[in-house]
């Protein structure tokens, strides 16, 4: 895979967005999970961490800071508003000059590149159809791969196999069957791919094992 480490921010001006997106869903939104949100990006965060620290060429402090921000488009309340957050989470951290993280809050969702329109029907059409046209136009590497999979191990405030978390997020979105089978089989793919590049069973890496 390609390694690319494109703009990226400090870890202080990181925290400074994690937190400014924190005061924001305080404050202009009645939020049940505000805890849930903190834990999991950062878990997400630390996990990244982690599975890059093993990966030869790559920067742990950059898995970091795209794990805290992967969600930045959560600080409004999606649902809401009628959009998709990775999508706004993209735009807003692109307007900032933020490329690694910005790409990362897109790629995170969408480990196929080819977005099927039945496999996300808690999105909007129109902006899974922009989002799309984005991905288009990404490569994905390492630290696309690493979110991507360490965003699948956290449910509520817990850190689980992603067969776990499938099995919620199917739940939670009444999604069909094949759509959670879909979710492990990609969780599987993720995984095999990083124990490869790890050397070593990320599980193993993380404590889940």
Request: aromatic share 12%.
């Amino acid at each position: 895979m390609q390694q690319s480490c494109l703009n990226c921010p400090s870890m202080r001006e990181a925290m400074r967005l994690w937190l400014e997106g924190q005061k924001y869903r305080q404050e202009n939104d009645d939020f049940k999970y505000t805890d849930e949100y903190i834990f999991h990006t950062q878990g997400v965060a630390f996990a990244s961490r982690a599975i890059a620290g093993n990966i030869k060429g790559l920067d742990s402090n950059v898995a970091y800071i795209c794990g805290l921000l992967h969600d930045y488009g959560k600080k409004y309340n999606e649902k809401k508003i009628g959009r998709f957050h990775g999508l706004i989470g993209y735009k807003e951290l692109q307007s900032l000059g933020w490329e690694r993280p910005a790409r990362v809050c897109l790629t995170h969702t969408f480990p196929e590149k080819k977005i099927l329109l039945e496999d996300y029907p808690s999105y909007p059409k129109q902006d899974l159809i922009e989002a799309q046209s984005i991905l288009d136009n990404i490569i994905f590497d390492e630290y696309d791969r690493i979110v991507q999979f360490a965003d699948r191990l956290f449910e509520g405030l817990s850190m689980v196999p992603f067969e776990v978390r499938a099995e919620a997020i199917g739940q939670r979105y009444n999604l069909s069957s094949d759509i959670v089978k879909k979710l492990v089989e990609t969780g599987n793919a993720l995984k095999a791919e990083l124990d490869k590049l790890c050397g070593n069973d990320v599980y193993e890496i993380l404590g889940l094992k």
